[in-house]
């Protein structure tokens, strides 16, 4: 009877439910964590959710096999601006939408199989969780890790909200296509700045994330160590004292020819009010992009404002004070010195405004005019390990590498006593306020005799009212008629509620925690948080690896301070897996203009439409729903079983590589599940046959370090080879009975319907996922035979595989016998035949 994956997968994820098979439970066993990064509720599930899903599967149900009591939560992230999108563009209200695609994606990702404790499920939208989210503000308020300042924002005039850098794009909002306007609002902020060094230092101990998101983190977070001064102003009738600079590399001082403010520094600010010239240029500056990646690729611009500063280090030496794009209000102070000899960006500048360019090092040797002329054509930017002979030299030595003279100039500077050496980090503060409704309400009120206000906990969840409509940009809670009114929790008079409502990545920040005691009236349960935390093993893209990861490691830290989690939670995530991303060819054709027309895999056969038509192939690429390579899990499920989408994920690369899928490597995997369950159902005669004992013995062992080194493609490797052996064996009875149990164990973790079929039909007890891990017999792992190599006059030529106790004298026989040797020897006798015990046969012919 073939396998029939239909009806297989159903029954026993209904057996697993009906016994509670994943419900995680707090006792006397060893505890173990997974956790994949929850998703957004968008309302279809794909093929990498498919991926992420499987790989934390394998995970979680090969720790329960060994003994661990298992944590493997879902939820959803489910706040954001999708689906007050689609409020705005389809009518209805963003959490019907919301709800709606939960529901959707959950019932597509349950056929899948995934060993998930279903009833910690929750939503960030949900009630409880909006109640608890804003308890834990109230008590990061009274402990300090809140601020309210007014900031430089990226402002779209017309859906009236803020936008995060990554959603201005060419200068204008990603949604609207509207001009972006920097704009001063007064907003709420995480003093995540606080804890940049402890953040930072912290990243030696994460052993178990991989070395590139730690780079990541580390470059975001980006300690310097700097020299901070002032520029005098020459003029006092100029409308200000001086100018304050921070640089790292106060050692090419000697080669400053120009100091350059952001456009929203205070001082081109005030400049500005009184020269539109000015006002223009800045303004025309904001609308080129905000983001680093915007100011670092966009032309470099400046405008000369008729300013002028002195040098430090020489009063006469007078500097012109320019204004530039690629100045950053919001690090070091808006305002920097500009030496083109030695930075490629000011050297950019320089010549096309035609500053003067000075060299203050060149390379080893060089004397002045050398090292001017150099620079006069491109910037000098030699590592700071390197050691370079400085030409306008003002502290240390001669030659030195630029870390040394870094250190002797900050010297030099506190001792004349014209700067100070300062640490700074790239980190700033988290700005939450989102001028947003589908968001977690921000829960303060503004009272006329009080001010700003927290609310009162037993007045908790302030909840968002239902009774809104998206028929005009901006928030819908600011013009609600009367959800903003509220009493002051401190005087009882009057009061108007916060409006903005919380980035989206708070809501993510902590669910992790949350799901140790998903239903606490509290936001954690401390002492299933003591239990459980920390995450054993988190799973996700890459593409999280610095903001969600940073800010969940700032609230951890965040919520043992407020005491909800215990002293060891400071960094949630013992272990992190980034996996790639699921590719696809694309296939097109095009229409009578010569553009691209995409086309579903599912509608090309062969290489052509339905209608004949060839298509064009780009090989590999992310699935993308705009270039229709999308694959439907639902579709291969419903084809295929869940098994074999979870197979083919898991057999194709390493799961850190993209996968790519097709469909004949779906079909291959099909063929080799009902091939194992064919195994199982034959009865065959016949007794033991050990060596596919010492196979399956070795499977265990080869399985069990593939699993617990990420390397899912080499244990499905070793699983196809003891079906194989399997099949080649003339074993029968319970000696195969009791390798097919093996085999069963094995696979359970990633095919786990199929496992179960094959257990029961081998005679195994109970479920396979209440049988445990096997262990390996290590009799059966040590080799009786060892392989030698040949090599004739110094050449490899064969191989003989012998008894590892073997005399030298019948290994000598066997290698004079061999076909190989005998040719060489064309029947002479070899001069010299030496035999190194277990690992080489020499022969001198």
């Given at each position: 009877m073939p396998y029939d994956p239909s009806s297989s997968e159903a029954r026993w994820q209904k057996a697993w439910a009906d016994a509670d098979s994943f419900t995680a439970i707090r006792d006397e066993r060893p505890k173990y964590y997974v956790?994949?990064?929850?998703?957004?509720?968008?309302?279809?599930?794909?093929?990498?959710?498919?991926?992420?899903?499987?790989?934390?599967?394998?995970?979680?149900?090969?720790?329960?096999?060994?003994g661990f009591s298992v944590l493997h939560p879902m939820g959803w992230d489910a706040f954001g601006m999708p689906a007050e999108n689609a409020a705005m563009e389809q009518g209805g209200h963003p959490r019907d939408w919301t709800y709606g695609n939960i529901a959707t994606m959950r019932e597509q990702l349950k056929p899948l199989g995934l060993s998930i404790d279903w009833s910690r499920e929750f939503a960030t939208c949900d009630d409880s969780y909006v109640a608890q989210q804003q308890a834990l503000f109230l008590d990061f308020l009274d402990a300090g890790l809140i601020t309210r300042k007014s900031a430089q924002v990226n402002?779209?005039?017309?859906?009236?909200?803020?936008?995060?850098?990554?959603?201005?794009?060419?200068?204008?909002?990603?949604?609207?296509?509207?001009?972006?306007?920097?704009?001063?609002?007064t907003q709420w902020f995480f003093r995540i700045s606080d804890y940049s060094e402890e953040l930072l230092e912290a990243l030696e101990g994460l052993t178990g994330w991989p070395d590139k998101v730690r780079l990541m983190q580390q470059n975001w977070i980006g300690k310097s160590r700097g020299l901070q001064f002032s520029f005098a102003a020459t003029d006092a009738s100029q409308g200000f004292d001086a100018i304050e600079v921070y640089t790292t590399r106060p050692d090419t001082l000697m080669g400053a020819s120009f100091v350059a403010l952001s456009p929203d520094h205070p001082i081109i600010r005030t400049l500005a009010a009184g020269r539109p010239e000015v006002a223009d240029f800045c303004e025309e500056c904001r609308r080129i992009g905000t983001t680093e990646e915007a100011i670092e690729t966009a032309p470099k611009m400046g405008f000369d404002t008729g300013l002028t500063v002195r040098h430090p280090l020489d009063p006469e030496w007078q500097l012109p004070v320019w204004i530039a794009n690629f100045v950053l209000m919001d690090y070091g102070t808006g305002a920097i010195f500009g030496s083109p000899a030695h930075d490629e960006r000011d050297h950019e500048f320089a010549t096309k405004y035609g500053l003067p360019i000075r060299a203050t090092f060149g390379e080893r040797g060089m004397d002045l005019a050398q090292a001017d002329a150099m620079v006069a054509k491109a910037a000098y930017v030699p590592l700071k390990s390197e050691v370079v002979t400085y030409v306008?030299?003002?502290?240390?030595?001669?030659?030195?590498?630029?870390?040394?003279?870094?250190?002797?100039?900050?010297?030099?500077?506190?001792?004349?006593?014209?700067?100070?050496?300062?640490?700074?980090?790239?980190?700033?503060?988290?700005?939450?306020?989102?001028?947003?409704?589908?968001?977690?309400?921000?829960?303060?009120?503004?009272?006329?005799?009080?001010?700003?206000?927290?609310?009162?906990?037993?007045?908790?969840?302030?909840?968002?009212?239902?009774?809104?409509?998206?028929?005009?940009?901006?928030?819908p809670l600011d013009r609600h008629p009367t959800w903003r009114q509220a009493s002051c929790p401190k005087c009882g008079g009057k009061a108007l509620r916060e409006t903005d409502t919380m980035d989206t990545f708070v809501d993510s920040s902590w669910y992790y925690a949350r799901f140790t005691s998903s239903r606490a009236d509290t936001p954690t349960n401390r002492?299933?948080?003591?239990?459980?935390?920390?995450?054993?093993?988190?799973?996700?893209?890459?593409?999280?690896?610095?903001?969600?990861?940073?800010?969940?490691?700032?609230?951890?830290?965040?919520?043992?301070?407020?005491?909800?989690?215990?002293?060891?939670?400071?960094?949630?995530?013992?272990?992190?897996?980034?996996?790639?991303?699921?590719?696809?060819?694309?296939?097109?054709?095009?229409?009578?203009?010569?553009?691209?027309?995409?086309?579903?895999?599912?509608?090309?056969?062969?290489g052509k439409l339905a209608d004949g038509t060839p298509v064009e192939v780009v090989p590999s690429a992310k699935m993308s729903k705009s270039k229709k390579n999308v694959v439907d899990p639902v579709n291969i499920v419903s084809s295929f079983g869940a098994d074999t989408a979870r197979w083919f994920m898991l057999s194709d690369s390493p799961p850190e590589r993209d996968v790519e899928w097709t469909a004949a490597g779906a079909e291959a995997a099909s063929k080799f599940l009902s091939r194992v369950y064919r195994l199982a159902e034959e009865t065959r005669g016949g007794g033991e046959d050990p060596e596919l004992t010492r196979a399956a013995h070795r499977a265990i062992a080869d399985v069990t370090k593939s699993i617990e080194g990420f390397a899912f493609n080499k244990a499905v490797a070793k699983l196809y080879e003891l079906a194989n052996a399997v099949g080649k064996s003339g074993a029968g009875g319970e000696p195969r009975r009791e390798v097919l149990r093996i085999l069963a164990q094995l696979m359970a973790p990633m095919v786990p319907h199929l496992a179960e079929e094959v257990w029961s039909m081998a005679g195994g007890q109970g479920m396979v996922v209440d049988a445990g891990w096997p262990e390996p017999d290590p009799a059966m792992l040590e080799?009786?035979?060892?392989?030698?190599?040949?090599?004739?006059?110094?050449?490899?030529?064969?191989?003989?595989?012998?008894?590892?106790?073997?005399?030298?004298?019948?290994?000598?026989?066997?290698?004079?016998?061999?076909?190989?040797?005998?040719?060489?020897?064309?029947?002479?006798?070899?001069?010299?035949?030496?035999?190194?015990?277990?690992?080489?046969?020499n022969v001198v012919a």
């Open positions: 956790l994949e990064m929850f998703p957004y509720p968008s309302g279809r599930i794909h093929m990498g959710h498919v991926r992420n899903y499987t790989m934390g599967d394998v995970v979680a149900r090969f720790k329960r096999a060994q402002w779209d005039p017309v859906d009236m909200t803020v936008l995060a850098n990554e959603q201005v794009i060419d200068g204008k909002g990603w949604r609207s296509g509207a001009p972006v306007e920097r704009k001063e609002l306008r030299g003002f502290a240390g030595k001669t030659e030195q590498t630029g870390e040394a003279a870094v250190d002797a100039a900050i010297a030099h500077a506190e001792a004349e006593g014209y700067g100070k050496g300062v640490t700074k980090f790239r980190l700033r503060d988290w700005g939450i306020s989102r001028q947003r409704y589908w968001g977690c309400p921000i829960p303060v009120v503004h009272c006329e005799t009080c001010g700003t206000v927290p609310e009162a906990k037993e007045n908790l969840p302030v909840l968002l009212p239902q009774d809104v409509s998206f028929d005009q940009p901006g928030n002492a299933d948080a003591d239990y459980w935390m920390n995450v054993d093993q988190y799973i996700g893209g890459i593409e999280h690896a610095i903001l969600h990861l940073l800010y969940s490691r700032f609230f951890a830290r965040a919520m043992v301070k407020t005491g909800h989690l215990p002293e060891t939670a400071k960094e949630p995530f013992n272990a992190l897996f980034t996996q790639g991303m699921v590719t696809h060819e694309i296939y097109m054709t095009r229409d009578t203009r010569g553009r691209p027309v995409y086309h579903l895999p599912e509608d090309v056969t062969d080799d009786d035979t060892v392989t030698l190599p040949i090599q004739i006059n110094g050449k490899r030529r064969a191989e003989i595989s012998v008894a590892k106790d073997m005399p030298k004298d019948q290994i000598e026989a066997l290698v004079l016998a061999d076909d190989t040797v005998q040719r060489f020897l064309d029947g002479a006798t070899p001069k010299k035949l030496i035999v190194v015990p277990g690992r080489i046969v």
